[in-house]
């Protein structure tokens, strides 16, 4: 049997105990999970750097995902089979939110001539689950399943605000943010008003935190019972309108669309 590595072991200690965790099945989805665009194909070696595993663990994740269709092999490349993408669409069919949100991401985006889309939060990441473009080139990689960092976007801002005040501090006392532009606002006493600014207007404007060029604008969506569950945004490039008039143009669309679906999000 591998030997755990001390930060696997670390980590396994840390973790409630009980006889229903499968370690197994977790190191087999931490195998998936290394996959991105930027490591598209990886040796045995690669993945077991990446997730910091031993190569015996996952040598065999990879045999198993191979036989069950997941991954498939090339010489001594491994690569992500679309196969993949039932374990995506498993969810994107089985909730509500993204069933009932890329019409209404598609519709958006067509009337207003730019990008729409909803995400919900996962960890430290906004992920998209609906997303409308309008028809130009998309940019690269933003799609279902993109994850953005919550914490320099609108979605994400937005989605931050609809935490109650532990758990929204639970998530600055560990999240390490790193600039991903000049922009980036990046101290946290800064986050947290700005966060709580968000929560208390119900919108969310951030301009060019993530990404040059592009400024966002996003309202929470709600559950009829006043949870939030998701956000909607509606993105341009900085140069066709100030983020003044961004307001001014599409904060009503939003919240109209938001208070429609308030009763058909569960």
Known sequence: MSKLRAADATAR????????????????????????????????????????????????????????????????????????????????????????????????????????????????????????????????????????????TALGRTLLGTLDDAALDAFLRRLKPQPLTPHTLTDKARLRRAILRVRAEGIALVEQEAELGMRSLAVPLRRFDGVGVAALNIAVPVGRMTGAAMREAFAPRLRQEAAALRLQLI
């Open 13 to 152: 200690a840390a973790r409630a105990a009980s006889p229903d965790f499968s370690e197994a099945l977790a190191r087999g989805l931490r195998v998936i999970a290394a996959f991105d665009g930027g490591h598209a194909q990886m040796t045995l070696s690669d993945v077991a750097r990446a997730i910091d595993l031993p190569r015996a663990t996952v040598r065999r994740a990879l045999y198993t995902l191979g036989e069950l269709g997941y991954v498939a092999a090339e010489g001594r490349l491994f690569r992500l089979t679309p196969k993949v993408l039932q374990l995506a669409a498993a969810y994107l069919f089985s909730n509500p939110v993204s069933s009932i949100l890329q019409p209404v991401c598609d519709r958006l985006s067509a009337d207003v001539d730019a990008a729409c889309s909803v995400a919900v939060l996962d960890g430290e990441d906004a992920v998209m689950v609906a997303r409308g473009q309008p028809r130009r080139p998309a940019a690269l990689g933003l799609g279902i399943g993109f994850r953005l960092p919550a914490f320099c």
